[in-house]
């Protein structure tokens, strides 16, 4: 059964025991990006050289298909510093691009951000707001900063619990 708890959001609860190892839910990432601190494949996920990038943006690829076309357009001449804020702009671009029925099901989810911003410190939050928020900003996504917020806060709810996909 799944329901919904304050605080924490909706949560399945088993309705009998459940033995270690049984698979219990199988379901589909709503977006995969990224979650390494190297360099990787934005398309494949293969760790790959400084060298070896997209011909058209210039962002790490050593392979064509979907999942990088998201991004391609928009970030083309990445200036940041770190993987990690790259992985999670790419990560946040793939998650607005999502269709309407499966954006209703992401919107559900806990973003978590006042705990972030608090826990992270403001310092840290400021290196998101900065180096994600604000560059996607810069280069043309005309979602507002407040979405792009939400969508980096359940990206990074997820991956703190050691997945790549929402």
């Given at each position: 059964?799944?329901?919904s708890?304050?605080?924490v959001?909706?949560?399945?609860?088993?309705?009998?025991?459940?033995?270690?190892?049984?698979?219990?839910?199988?379901?589909?990432?709503?977006?995969?990006?990224?979650?390494?601190?190297?360099?990787?494949?934005?398309?494949?996920?293969?760790?790959?050289?400084?060298?070896?990038?997209?011909?058209?943006?210039?962002?790490?690829?050593?392979?064509?298909?979907?999942?990088h076309?998201?991004?391609?357009?928009?970030?083309?001449g990445w200036?940041?510093?770190?993987?990690?804020?790259?992985?999670?702009?790419?990560a946040?671009?793939?998650?607005?691009?999502v269709?309407?029925?499966?954006?209703?099901?992401?919107?559900?989810?806990?973003?978590?951000?006042?705990?972030?911003?608090?826990e992270?410190?403001?310092?840290?939050?400021?290196?998101?707001?900065?180096?994600?928020?604000?560059?996607?900003k810069?280069?043309g996504?005309e979602?507002?900063?407040?979405?792009?917020?939400?969508?980096?806060?359940?990206?990074?709810s997820?991956?703190?619990q050691?997945?790549?996909?929402?």
């Amino acid at each position: 059964t799944v329901i919904s708890k304050e605080g924490v959001g909706r949560c399945a609860i088993a309705s009998r025991d459940i033995l270690a190892g049984e698979i219990i839910i199988e379901d589909n990432a709503a977006v995969v990006a990224p979650a390494a601190s190297n360099l990787v494949c934005l398309e494949c996920f293969t760790p790959v050289s400084g060298d070896t990038k997209c011909i058209d943006c210039s962002l790490p690829l050593c392979c064509q298909g979907p999942r990088h076309q998201v991004e391609c357009g928009q970030m083309a001449g990445w200036a940041g510093e770190r993987t990690s804020s790259l992985y999670l702009s790419v990560a946040v671009l793939r998650l607005l691009a999502v269709d309407s029925k499966t954006w209703e099901l992401v919107d559900d989810l806990m973003d978590h951000l006042d705990e972030r911003k608090c826990e992270a410190g403001e310092a840290d939050w400021e290196k998101v707001n900065v180096s994600v928020i604000k560059y996607l900003k810069k280069v043309g996504v005309e979602h507002s900063e407040a979405t792009l917020e939400r969508a980096a806060g359940i990206i990074l709810s997820r991956r703190r619990q050691g997945t790549q996909g929402v």
